[in-house]
């Protein structure tokens, strides 16, 4: 993951990482489901192995939901930061959710995703860490 993609993840651990502090949108109730990238490739290797058409979208995601404050405060102890956490403005087209319904996935593919958020982020982190300095 690059470092400066601008997605929510990477954008926490470099804020922690860097002991900068971490921006929340609105109160951070807003949930999210994170899915590994591991998990991820399992998914997609699966869908190319299937020998014959699939019609309609085989959504890959995790089930778990976590708020974007419970995220920002597991990237905070994971990291060991002294980052303070600061709100600012939600944008108006943010939605309060987002979870991918996966039922197709499990149920064609047999697949779910396995990679913990705790684990994922410990791993991200670790690599980010290392590239950071």
Same mark, same amino acid.
């Given at each position: 993951?690059?470092?400066?993609?601008?997605?929510?993840?990477?954008?926490?651990?470099?804020?922690? @990482?860097?002991?900068?502090? /971490?921006? %929340?949108? !609105?109160?951070?109730?807003?949930?999210?489901?994170?899915?590994?990238? =591991? *998990?991820?490739?399992?998914?997609?290797?699966?869908?190319?192995?299937?020998?014959?058409?699939?019609?309609?979208?085989?959504?890959?995601?995790?089930?778990?939901?976590?708020?974007?404050?419970? @995220?920002?405060?597991?990237? /905070?102890? %994971?990291? !060991?930061?002294?980052?303070?956490?600061?709100?600012?403005?939600?944008? =108006? *087209?943010?939605?309060?959710?987002?979870?991918?319904?996966?039922?197709?996935?499990?149920?064609?593919?047999?697949?779910?995703?396995?990679?913990?958020?705790?684990?994922?982020?410990?791993?991200?982190?670790?690599?980010?860490?290392?590239?950071?300095?």
């Amino acid at each position: 993951m690059n470092l400066q993609d601008g997605r929510v993840v990477s954008n926490f651990a470099v804020q922690a @990482l860097r002991n900068q502090d /971490i921006t %929340l949108y !609105g109160t951070g109730e807003q949930t999210r489901s994170f899915c590994y990238v =591991s *998990d991820l490739i399992e998914g997609l290797v699966r869908l190319m192995e299937i020998e014959g058409s699939v019609i309609g979208p085989i959504n890959l995601g995790n089930q778990n939901e976590f708020t974007i404050k419970e @995220l920002a405060e597991k990237v /905070i102890s %994971l990291t !060991g930061s002294r980052s303070n956490v600061t709100h600012h403005d939600l944008p =108006s *087209d943010d939605p309060k959710q987002r979870k991918p319904d996966t039922k197709a996935a499990a149920s064609l593919l047999n697949w779910e995703a396995k990679v913990e958020l705790i684990e994922g982020l410990s791993l991200l982190i670790e690599d980010f860490r290392l590239r950071i300095g």
